[in-house]
């Protein structure tokens, strides 16, 4: 199993151990971090198990999922959390997702978080597409995977359940090509 680090300005993305469960779960626990995501806040346990699950995919052969620690640069303590998916059918393509804790918020790090996945998901894992899916009330999430050179495709109706409903998704992608020459 290959670990998985990437550096950045502001920004390390790291495997995800179980010392980060406290720390992750100041997001996920979090009813503002989550309200644009398709589930409810989670409790300590549920992180452990989302923890667990994580680090048991990055041991599958092949690994199709990649759980991802946020480290402050600066201050090495974990604010946010990334994810990167291939996809089994169409193992050129990769969906991402990615989440803050709210004190984060307003200071670019979405962006520089989006960066670092696009490079990550192009440059070392060979990757040809990656794209990723919001809420259409997520203007921050727009915003950073806009700046980050991805490009908005459309709205996916009714793509996902969420406590509240169906929702809609916007789905954003980037392609190889494109992103490396910008």
């Given amino acids: 199993m290959r670990r998985v680090v990437c550096n950045g ?3 390390v993305v790291r495997e995800v151990t179980e010392d980060d469960v406290t720390a992750l779960h100041a997001i996920y626990g979090d009813p503002a971090a989550t309200q644009h995501v398709p589930f409810a806040p989670r409790s ?3 992180v452990a198990g989302l923890v667990d ?3 048991e995919a990055a041991a ?3 690994r199709r999922l990649y759980v991802l620690a946020v480290i402050d640069a600066g201050r090495h303590n974990v604010i946010g959390v990334a994810r990167l998916r291939v996809e089994a059918e169409h193992p050129h393509s990769a969906e991402i997702g990615f989440g803050l804790h709210r004190d984060q918020w ?6 520089d978080l989006v960066r670092l996945l696009l490079s990550f998901g192009f440059k070392q894992l ?3 597409r990656i794209w990723g899916a919001r809420s259409p009330a997520n203007l921050p999430a727009q915003l950073a995977m806009l700046t980050a050179g991805m490009v908005e495709e459309g709205r996916i ?3 996902v359940h969420t406590p509240h409903g169906w929702r809609d998704s916007i789905a954003h992608s980037a392609i190889e ?3 490396t020459e910008r």
């Fill in 177 to 179: 090509g494109e992103w």
């Fill in 157 to 159: 109706r009714h793509h």
């Fill in 60 to 62: 599958a052969e092949p």
């Fill in 44 to 46: 300590l346990p549920e």
């Fill in 53 to 55: 699950d994580a680090m």
């Fill in 106 to 111: 307003g200071r670019g790090i979405g962006t």
């Fill in 9 to 11: 300005e502001r920004l």
């Fill in 126 to 128: 060979g990757l040809h």
